[in-house]
């Protein structure tokens, strides 16, 4: 496995990805990480990652010098190579001239890091400080027309330096140099595989729960539903699924739900259909954050309900991923409660349970392989993130039965259309919202009155920041005239054009 010491860049999650994509284990740590932690962790080799700081800053993170001391391939990238050389007695030059973009690599080695490479290779840059003189023992092995070490080694100790981020895809041979650093210099094997996960992970399960029983709340969405099918194959009967329909749910999900974890899986499934009691908790309120509340406690209550009925257990799965493990370095600051986000967070504490999170090591993709190997459906695989509240929160102002079933109607016919487009897993989430906005139509002779729906298309890394998709004119116009034949109570379909940042992406 590899070590990742994080200085603080924004792509260090994409170093950890490029890694593991080679099959090779990898864990993500803060920089400060102590010496005695780094030698019981083992890595077979370090990255040092690239970070916001220059070495001159007074307070410029810096790691424990004994991770040049274990003997151990290392590779410095950006200001890890910057560190790596001052740390190592070379000298950076301070600049506030930054060099960013692309930039053509010229390879002085074709040896070791660049093996398979033939003279050049584009690069993506940005940086600011540049080594002015390498430690003593380093050789320069690539340079570009305004970076005369680009790229340096020290053969002997195995220490790499990269000006560049081979981690970024505008590196486009960066996963070779990747491959070359973690094959050929830190003589790792390609072991991690989903195979393998799901081989260890279930022995750990096991190990872990014993005899014990283990509660596991479903939602319909990918990590909660690998979560499942993962536990379940590790200890069968000993996990009971509780899935709760909220009536907020989209057109046939809860009959799939059940279908799959119960008829096709086998899984010990409560389902509870509280529909009814949703409805009435939400009657007559409009405002989205008292909406969000009144959700996010009923589930609560609901869940531990049902859980009083299973008898005793003695764990709560849930499916956290890596991202939200990771000790980032990067400060994210405190920031304002935008929307309050309903998830099973408040459960543990509240019930007292241990907590089973068998792909917290994993980032969302490597999720969806797992759900692969494991035989689950595309469908489930590829779903586009749905929030916790459902469609309360894409039905504008107060709720009705009545509403809520247009606009079911008319989403499924977003979801379809945009999947027979082929653009389905493109995109992060596509769906329609109902407005509280009635307007005037003609239909045939008469004329109508009758309610708007949004449609959102939006493209995302992490929900953080999202943009619309320019979906084609065609594929506008079909989902428009689709709904307004087919769903009864709309006349008119509008397309959100706004960017998250200052949009949201759901709309309350
Ligand atoms: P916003 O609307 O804040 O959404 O731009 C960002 C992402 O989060 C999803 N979302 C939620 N997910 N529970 C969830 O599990 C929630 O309460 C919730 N609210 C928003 C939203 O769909 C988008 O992907």
Redesign the pocket.
């Known amino acids: 496995k590899i070590l990742i010491l994080d200085f603080g860049s924004q792509v260090t999650q994409l170093i950890a990805r490029r890694v593991r994509e080679q099959s090779i284990y990898c864990e993500i740590h803060p920089y400060s990480m102590s010496f005695e932690k780094i030698k019981e962790f083992a890595p077979k080799g370090i990255i040092l990652s690239g970070g916001p700081s220059s070495v001159y800053d007074k307070d410029a993170p810096h790691s424990d010098l004994g991770v040049f001391d274990l003997g151990l391939p290392v590779l410095g990238i950006c200001y890890g190579m910057q560190l790596m050389t001052q740390q190592l007695g070379g000298k950076v030059e301070r600049s506030d001239k930054r060099e960013f973009g692309g930039s053509s690599l010229q390879l002085d080695d074709v040896s070791d890091l660049f093996a398979g490479f033939d003279g050049a290779a584009d690069v993506w840059m940005s940086h600011g400080d540049r080594i002015e003189e390498m430690p003593a023992g380093f050789q320069v092995i690539a340079h570009t027309e305004h970076c005369p070490v680009a790229a340096m080694k020290d053969e002997k100790r195995h220490f790499y330096g990269v000006q560049f981020h081979p981690e970024v895809v505008h590196t486009p041979r960066g996963d070779e140099m990747f491959g070359n650093f973690l094959f050929n210099i830190c003589g790792c094997e390609p072991t991690w595989t989903m195979a393998n996960f799901i081989e260890t992970e279930i022995e750990s399960i096991r190990r872990k729960v014993g005899t014990g029983r283990v509660l596991c709340a479903l939602?319909g969405?990918v990590d909660s539903s690998v979560v499942a099918v993962l536990i379940h194959k590790a200890i069968g009967d000993q996990l009971h699924c509780v899935f709760v329909n909220n009536g907020l749910l989209r057109k046939g999900e809860a009959e799939k739900v059940v279908n799959l974890f119960s008829k096709h899986f086998r899984i010990n499934l409560d389902y509870v259909d509280a529909s009814d009691r949703f409805l009435e908790k939400l009657s007559g309120v409009s405002d989205p954050e008292t909406k969000?509340k009144i959700i996010?406690n009923e589930f609560i209550y609901l869940f531990e309900e049902e859980a009083k009925k299973i008898g005793k257990v003695d764990y709560l799965a849930q499916g956290t991923l890596y991202p939200d493990v990771i000790e980032s370095v990067s400060t994210k600051g405190p920031s304002a409660v935008?929307?309050?986000?309903?998830?099973v967070g408040g459960l543990p504490e509240k019930m007292n349970l241990k907590l089973l999170e068998p792909v917290r090591e994993l980032f969302k993709d490597e999720v969806r392989l797992l759900g692969k190997e494991l035989g689950m459906p595309d469908e489930v695989i590829y779903r586009q993130?749905?929030?916790?509240?459902g469609l309360a929160?894409r039905c504008i102002g107060e709720l009705s039965r009545e509403n809520l079933d247009i606009l079911r109607e008319a989403d499924a016919i977003v979801i379809d259309e945009i999947r027979k487009a082929g653009l389905y897993r493109e995109i992060?989430?596509s769906f329609a919202v109902l407005l509280p906005v009635k307007t005037v139509g003609v239909m045939g002779d008469a004329r109508t009155y009758e309610n708007t729906v949004a449609l959102r298309a939006v493209n995302?890394l992490d929900?953080?920041t999202?943009d619309w998709v320019k979906l084609p004119y065609e594929l506008l116009g079909s989902i428009s005239s689709r709904i307004i034949n087919e769903v009864k109570g709309v006349n008119r379909v509008v397309y959100d054009i706004s960017q998250?940042p200052p949009a949201?992406?759901?709309?309350e």
């Open positions: 939602s969405g969000r996010g935008i929307k309050s986000h309903h998830n993130p749905f929030p916790g509240p929160i992060w989430q995302s929900g953080m999202a998250k949201t992406i759901e709309w």
